[in-house]
């Protein structure tokens, strides 16, 4: 069992920037992919970014269009953590941000994720 907490969402003004955290349990996280999903009111939760293991010692990172360039997704496996820098913020970025993990190779689509965290608010004010 995998369990995932979240933390760094809040309020801060376009063109801002915000770190995300996802603090994770479980004795393998390093051959997990893990993914940034997002949900805005009245809208599907979307894929953000998502870092998956190559089957070594090297990591693969993926982001959807609208956030390549300004987000970058990380993580330390010495402390099963996986991050969410969010640089440039827009309007558009709001949402609550959700962090997923999955042992599956398929990182696009919330149904391959297992595990989920609770979410954290991201607020960007024009």
């Known amino acids: 069992q995998v369990q995932l907490v979240e933390s760094g969402g809040g309020l801060v003004q376009a063109g801002g920037s915000l770190r995300l955290s996802c603090a994770a349990s479980?004795?393998?996280?390093?051959?997990?992919?893990m993914g940034w999903f997002r949900q805005a009111p009245g809208k599907e939760r979307e894929f953000v970014a998502a870092t998956k293991w190559s089957g070594d010692s090297t990591y693969y990172n993926y982001y959807t269009n609208s956030v390549k360039g300004r987000f970058t997704i990380s993580r330390d496996n010495a402390k099963n953590t996986v991050f969410l820098h969010m640089n440039s913020l827009k309007p558009e970025d709001t949402a609550v941000y959700y962090c997923?993990?999955?042992?599956?190779?398929?990182?696009?689509?919330?149904?391959?994720?297992?595990?989920w965290g609770q979410g954290t608010q991201v607020t960007v004010s024009s």
């Open positions: 997923a993990g999955t042992i599956s190779s398929y990182y696009i689509s919330p149904q391959e994720y297992n595990y």
């Open positions: 479980g004795r393998t996280f390093s051959r997990y992919t």
